[in-house]
């Protein structure tokens, strides 16, 4: 059996929203900003040459948009972040089934007919808190299915 730390981690970091927001930049109707969307870090750029100033963070950079009668359109990218986000549960869902064949291999009940719904109470009963847990609860309650 692996560390249990092991199978809580995943390669993937769960994805933030704001990584996904992207922005545009008008004068008069007409967009300034490019053909590609721009990302806070892009936007901070654009805003700098524009302004002929460097700004700090986005907040002054929307600010001096504003202050020029710039107009921001911002969308959000919902594609690319219900993609990450369904990368990240399914590497975590793939940690988790590793997890459970490792603790039917550990506890000799691989083949056993029953090993699902002991693996379901000790889920139920364990997973609150953590992996451990789980695993303790299904060293407990194994000799009822041998």
């Known amino acids: 059996m692996k560390p249990f730390s092991y199978y809580s981690e995943v390669d993937f970091i769960y994805p933030n929203k704001e ?21 806070k870090e892009t936007f901070l750029e654009f805003m700098s040459k524009y ?8 907040i002054d ?8 009668s710039l107009t921001i359109e911002e969308f959000f990218v919902n594609y690319a972040y219900d993609k990450h986000k369904f990368e990240y549960n399914k590497a975590l869902n793939d940690k988790g089934e590793e997890f459970k064949r490792d603790l039917f291999y ?5 083949e056993n007919p029953k090993r699902e719904m002991l693996y379901a109470k ?16 299904a060293c407990d309650l194994v000799d009822l299915i041998l």
Do not use: P
Request: aromatic share 16%.
């Open 122 to 137: 000790a889920y139920e009963m364990g997973h609150s808190s953590g992996y451990s847990e789980i695993y303790s609860v």
């Open 61 to 68: 950079a929307k600010s001096q948009a504003k202050s020029e």
């Open 51 to 58: 302004a002929n100033k460097s700004f700090d963070n986005f």
């Open 19 to 39: 990584d996904y927001r992207r922005y545009a930049i008008y004068k008069r109707g007409k967009c300034i900003s490019g053909e590609e969307f721009l990302t």
């Open 106 to 110: 550990d506890l000799g009940i691989s």
